[in-house]
């Protein structure tokens, strides 16, 4: 079998990565099918890619096979990353992909059993890790369901990298230079994705973030009003991350005024002094003197955190949080006050001040921080890091390519990973090169296809087949292809077709009729396949009898099939 370059088959077969996860004290547990691990591991994709980060990215897809659902992000997030690595037993051959290494796993290796992505680069590192659980009845591996732990911690993140050795084939490896301030922002940004994703509450997404409890508590109230939303911001901060006291101000021309506290006594407006500007000029957090923002005799800390709320790139306001005194000189009461600003900055609505613009604002992708994290007053900052590297060079991403297997792949994989934004974007460009009815038959129902056969043999779930669905049946109502009345779904649904090879048009007969009579047809005509779009029932109920009758059976909506029996028609 012939593999794209790898490194040698892992002689350690006792190798885990889910070791780590058990040796962490009282980590957050999830409990999650695979379809939740896609999602979460591409919002740790799309940080990477969408802020060109240089980092080592390591991905653990079980079989090389399973990487064909992700083969077509991962080639786009290839031009972003210094290094991709892929981990799984080496059950098919694989194209060369530029960019990624493939490690063939023996069987004997746990990994084989393990879904993990692992992300390491100086301004942002994390890791999913996951193992397959066991049946408890039978004793054998339940498909597609795994438990581990999401976690942003450093030091497991590069134990990952060390067990897996992803790094060893790099000349220059990921330096000891961390932004911990970049790295706790972005991760209010996932926070944030995984919180509003289209699938958060039936995939329990939020359940990810067991170790950010903050941003869970601010998700769960995140339709709340802001005064609300804020004081649940600071009440969350104060009691999972022991913080002495959390006030949110809202800037109100040269003052921050207070908005939510948890003090008995409404704390005073801050003067936007040379103190504190420099957090709203270069959207950085900034430790100040309480002396320096007149609450000297007011505050029992020794440093004040400002953590500025930037929501759609224009100030709002600030968290303020007072430096525990347990953790005097260490940055780990910073972090969390960091990533809820990062995420408030996006659940927020804009200040009166930027709805003035009418030109679209531009979305808070979070700030660009310096190595270092600034101080002001002569207080003692949190711990100086070296002065950032130079940038390693990038490789340039690759032209579009909008032929058609290309864009199949591209639009498979983003459903596959229930990914709108990547389907949109496949869209938008199909739509810019190729007419409505070439969409339909020659983007649409290759993918929908696919997507059933991929269900078929366990390769994705039959969320993400009903996913696909959807996103089918919506896109042909964008493009009209579709009959625009309000009963179309239940005339459409109710209708199995049977398209016949050599002859146009097609037969339509009613849905619950008995399997006999809508096998009857096929069984004189012959069909190369029978295409239907029976209720969940029957899909549960085949028969043998139908298996053999019909030489190959594909279920599909019955939005493609008119589609498709309208494109058979007309050629």
Known sequence: MSIPPFFPATTDDTVSLCALVDAMPNAPQLRHPADALMVIGRQLELIVQADRLVADVALGTLRFSFFRLHQGRITQLAAHCRSITVYGLADVDLAPVPGVTFVPLSPASPLCHEWFVVVDSPDFWGALLTRAVPNRAGGVLRRYLFEGALTADEQIVRRATALLGFGQHLADPIGATRHSEAHYARWGRVAYALGTHPEAERLALGYALGEFPALRAILAQRNAAPTALLAQAGAALEEHHALRSVVAYRRDGAQLVPVAWSAPHQPPPLPVSNAVAPAFGQSQPLLVAPADVGLGALSHSSALLVAPLVVQGRPWGALVAEQPAATAGEAAFAGPVIAAAALLGQLLPPAPAATTNSATPTPFLGPSFSAALPTAGGVSSLPAFK?????????????????????????????????????????????????????????????????????????????????????????????????ATDDHSAGLHDELWLLRPRQRGCLRGDAYQSESECLLPGKHQRPARLLGHPHSHRRENQSDHRQRVVPRIRWLPAVVLQQYALHRHRA
């Open 387 to 483: 002065p950032a590297t130079a940038p390693l060079e990038q490789r340039d991403a690759p032209p579009h390519d909008h032929s058609w297997p290309n864009l199949q792949s591209r639009l498979f994989a983003a459903l596959a990973g229930f990914d709108s934004t990547g389907a949109e974007q496949v869209w938008a460009e199909a739509c810019g090169v190729y007419p409505a009815e070439a969409l339909c038959s020659d983007l649409l129902m290759p993918v929908q296809v696919a997507m059933g056969e991929a269900w078929h043999s366990g390769q994705v779930s039959v969320a993400a087949e009903h996913y696909a669905s959807r996103f089918v049946q919506l896109q042909c109502h964008r493009v009209g292809r579709l009959p």
